[in-house]
């Protein structure tokens, strides 16, 4: 049999019809094996908060029983799943919401509006101002963090929900982003609403903004993924329970002398919901926004 | 009718006076700010006392400032800055010489019942004290030890002698002598936990391992001249490091990645923990009688044990101290709290705390823990430096640990502290001890 496979010459399109088929299957188990090694870690989250020991969790963590929970339970979801006094981990995360959505949907405004102005107002020293605004982009967060502290408490916000959504409402990085897919648009368009008499709000508002869902959805997921996972800001400013997001109250379960992994996993995976329903919610256009600047590149 | 809008007018008006009235009585209780740390247990203790205190006391608001145990010194310095100090702080007692020398704390003892003060235990005063004035700057129920805990079944099947007292600790010939045998006995994965997994975030290194160097006659610091180059970078420190760093490098301590905790986990991996007193509580419910507690072993001709532990401390901007010492009194004699820091195996700075708590009575099972507190106990240096001091050795211990040159970290760590005790002139009157 096969000495008959040897001296039989194989057809071309056959031979490249099964190397195109063998080709898919290496790609699909690329692509398996990659999609395993990022799930996994979310996978092994979700059964850790499944687990009641947390010494369990700990012991399991370095074997395949991590991906296991043989007798799974709620009730680390049921420990933290309070809305009154200090450990109201679900008001907790209801406060993240609140600033979550503050945030996104004030910066969207702000930012592009900055945006909008940097690419089609008429204004003076537009290309230092452009310039600035990068520049700002490059200071790292955590330099700036004390002198901003100081402002805010003088400023009366401590422990206040403003004071968590005021800082981060405008960003160097989500004006350029915004400058950048105003500025891709056809010129015509803004000249063609001005001779209609159209203002250059009512260009930006009714023209403008629709056109830049993908612009939009961006900055909406990443804008909601740094204000979800603020954690030293949150600390320096929240006093009390009033305003404390998710992120801070989740820090107690790593105490000094003990780590309550279980609890730490069952408010991990509360916290990761949101952020995934946001993801889910734009990512479409998040994609398109993508591929839309590779392709303009 | 008039009379009848009259009387509504009257009345709308006497109801609005007595909301002014209630909301200016409201506003009139004195709120004390309580910064704090710690797990979700110890949060809900400190938050019941405060209920509690407020129902005694209905003319005081306590209001918990909860900082994560990872950034407290973070969120410290931002209240400093922002001049938040709250009335009453939570703070590591080794950083308490740094913050009297920056003027952030007041003398406690005019304002803490005079029976807590007599209560106290030599070393909860030491832990408190401020070495310049010798005043008493904080206040705490606990102090804290670290012991070498055993697995029972792995230390009888090498032989190993159990030491009953501090007196007959381990030397080291018959420390390193039992480690390699551990390190050949069936179901040991590590002879030791020495709980790396701590990081270099904590106090843990500086706390739990300066003992073992300075019993090796090393130290962080010459505590009389206050230079750490010659001392930290001397023979005896890098010897003894290299010591220790031969002990990761044969495998026989539990690395980083595993995790805080291998003695009890599943399986009993670790036959040894060198670990805090806290450990105990949850080591003897999963090992039952197979746990044994040791003291520290003797490197040298000392045997040396940690102390000091999170502390309670009233800020210098407080504008109701005596209030915020009543608060404190009230929480150290508060019942329930000590019911709770009981269970959690806490270590007694009070005397009347220590008589509640069978564990480190003689004949308990933490009474060498407690030994250790009057025999071996030796405090970190009480420097306002002290911030710097532990972060640059914690550093050097971690490099030299990831297998870099002992000597070379030394060198650069103790540099560091000379430098930083340089920009601060010394930080008299600090400098004129010597």
């Known amino acids: 049999m096969s000495d008959l496979a040897l001296t039989q010459p194989v057809p071309l399109a056959i031979a490249r019809g099964n190397g195109k088929r063998s080709l898919r299957i290496v790609q699909s188990l690329c692509i398996l094996v990659i999609a395993l090694v990022m799930i996994s870690p979310l996978f092994m989250l979700l059964i850790a908060s499944l687990k009641d020991d947390r010494f369990r969790i700990l012991a399991d963590m370095g074997s395949f029983r991590a991906f296991w929970v043989s007798d799974p339970t709620l009730s680390n979801y049921k420990e933290i799943a309070h809305f009154s006094g200090e450990l109201a981990y679900g008001r907790y995360l209801f406060n993240s919401l609140a600033i979550l959505v503050a945030t996104v949907v004030s910066g969207l405004v702000i930012n592009s509006m900055a945006g909008f102005v940097l690419a089609w107002g008429s204004l003076r020293g537009k290309a230092a101002l452009l310039a600035l605004v990068v520049a700002l982009y490059v200071i790292p967060q955590e330099s700036i963090i004390m002198p901003l502290v100081v402002m805010m408490s003088r400023a009366g916000l401590t422990d206040t929900f403003a004071v968590q959504i005021l800082p981060w409402v405008a960003s160097p990085l989500y004006v350029f982003l915004f400058y950048q897919f105003f500025a891709q648009l056809p010129k015509e368009l803004y000249e063609a609403a001005e001779m209609d008499g159209a203002s250059a709000f009512r260009i930006y508002r009714s023209i403008y903004m629709p056109l830049s869902l993908p612009a939009l959805a961006t900055v909406s997921i990443l804008m909601g993924i740094e204000s979800w996972n603020q954690y030293l800001w949150p600390t320096l400013v929240t006093q009390t329970d009033y305003a404390r997001p998710i992120a801070v109250a989740i820090a107690t379960f790593f105490g000094q002398d003990s780590i309550y992994w279980d609890r730490a996993m069952a408010a991990s995976v509360l916290m990761m919901i949101p952020v995934l329903i946001l993801y889910l919610a734009f990512q479409r256009w998040f994609v398109s926004s993508f591929v839309g600047s590779a392709v303009k590149g | ?434």
């Open chain 2, 1 to 434: 009718m008039r009379i009848f809008v009259g009387n509504r007018l009257l009345s709308a008006l006497l109801a609005s006076a007595a909301l002014v009235a209630t909301a200016g009585f409201a506003e009139a209780k004195t709120v004390i700010h309580v910064m704090h740390q710690g797990d979700p247990g110890w949060v809900k203790a400190y938050g019941d006392v405060a209920t509690r205190f407020e129902a005694a006391n209905p003319d005081v608001d306590i209001e918990m400032i909860y900082a994560p145990h990872d950034a407290y010194n973070e969120k410290f310095s931002a209240a400093v800055m922002a001049k938040q100090l709250p009335d009453i702080m939570e703070l590591d007692a080794p950083f308490l010489a740094n913050y009297v020398w920056s003027g952030y704390l007041q003398p406690v003892k005019p304002l803490i019942d005079k029976d807590l003060l007599d209560d106290m235990t030599d070393s909860n005063i030491a832990q408190g004290t401020y070495p310049i004035d010798k005043d008493l700057y904080a206040i705490g129920l606990t102090d804290s030890s670290v012991v070498l805990y055993g697995n029972k079944k792995y230390l009888e099947a090498i032989g190993a002698r159990i030491p009953k007292s501090v007196d007959d600790a381990w030397t080291r010939e018959e420390f390193e002598g039992y480690l390699e045998k551990l390190s050949k006995l069936e179901g040991v994965k590590w002879p030791i936990d020495t709980f790396r997994g701590y990081g270099i975030k904590t106090e843990w290194i500086t706390y739990a391992y300066g003992p073992l160097l300075e019993s090796a006659g090393c130290d962080l610091i010459d505590r009389k001249t206050w230079k750490a180059s010659g001392t930290l970078d001397g023979e005896a420190c890098v010897k003894a490091l290299t010591m220790m760093q031969d002990w990761v490098k044969k495998g026989w301590v539990v690395p980083t990645s595993s995790g805080t905790n291998q003695f009890y986990a599943e399986g009993q991996p670790a036959a040894l923990a060198m670990g805090g007193h806290w450990f105990y509580a949850e080591a003897s419910a999963a090992m039952k009688d197979n746990i044994v507690v040791m003291p520290l072993p003797k490197i040298g001709d000392k045997g040396v044990s940690p102390n000091g532990t999170w502390i309670w401390g009233i800020s210098a901007t407080s504008e109701n101290p005596e209030i915020a010492g009543k608060f404190l009194s009230f929480l150290l004699k508060d019942k329930e709290y000590r019911e709770y820091a009981k269970s959690q195996s806490a270590y007694p700075g009070l005397k009347s705390f220590a008589a509640e708590s069978p564990l480190y009575a003689e004949g308990g099972p933490l009474a060498v823990a407690f030994e250790q507190a009057s025999k071996t106990a030796i405090a970190r240096p009480p420097h306002p430096a002290y911030p710097t001091i532990t972060s640059a050795f914690m550093q050097a211990v971690d490099k030299i640990f990831n297998g870099g040159d002992a000597q070379e970290a030394l060198t650069a760590a103790a540099k560091k502290i000379d430098e930083d005790i340089e920009d601060n002139a010394g930080y008299p009157p600090f400098d004129e001890q010597k």
